[in-house]
């Protein structure tokens, strides 16, 4: 974590929301949401540490210190209870401070979540980890382009990639690693309140988090890359009232 961070917050009225971004992403990715929501209810985005116009991680980047920045923004923006949504590392954020934070977090909403351990076989997981440990940058490119820019638009392609060349290597490598290694499940077996799933049809597998555990209710918006809400925000804004009403 690291202070301050660059926050956002529309509108008044109802259960806030929070968002959280996903990695090399930013709070801007929430505008189109935050825009639809802001009429009947309080909005607010922020950056995470290491990305946007938030400055960098002071103790390093992991799961666990990124779900503090959760944790600052929250009492910071005086939201004593909240939906927290979060999208790809986001999710894994929101799941990792929702199991410890309960009480506040009056619904959980993942968006295309990254999937329990065991995805991605041993083998291919260890080449992984030590590609990413010589340069971080062109193994994230090159695993974007063969899996997650699948059906998205060429413009959001580009907004990505600028996201991603704006990283520390620090802070692109420490977080590709962090979630490899992270394992969401005991956090959302520990939060009991309601949770919710929006993915793309290729995360809809065995292994993706609303069926690898109980209580969740899922969507499947279909024709769209991994940043839902950027390829299709008129499909996703609707799939989210759905979860908030």
Known sequence: MTLPLHVESLGTGGLPVLFAHSFAGDSSHWHATMEHLKAHRRVVAFDFSGHGKSPGAVSGYSIPELAKDVAEVADSAQLPAFVLVGHSMGAAVATEYA?????????????????????????QLQQLR????????????????????????????QRLLAGLRRMTRKAAGELTDASLDYDARPALIRYGGP??????????APLSLHHAVPGFRHSVIRGTGHW????KPDEFNKTLDGCLN
Do not use: C, Y
């Open 99 to 123: 199991g410890s934070h309960a009480s506040r977090v009056k619904a959980l909403v993942l968006v295309d979540p990254p999937p329990a351990p065991g995805a991605i076989p041993a083998d």
């Open 130 to 157: 030590a590609a990413v440990a010589r340069d971080p940058v062109p193994v994230i490119e090159q695993f974007w382009s063969q899996q997650m820019f699948i059906d998205s638009r060429d413009e959001v392609k």
């Open 195 to 204: 949770k919710f799933a929006i993915v793309t049809a290729r995360n809809d």
């Open 228 to 231: 839902i809400q950027l390829d």
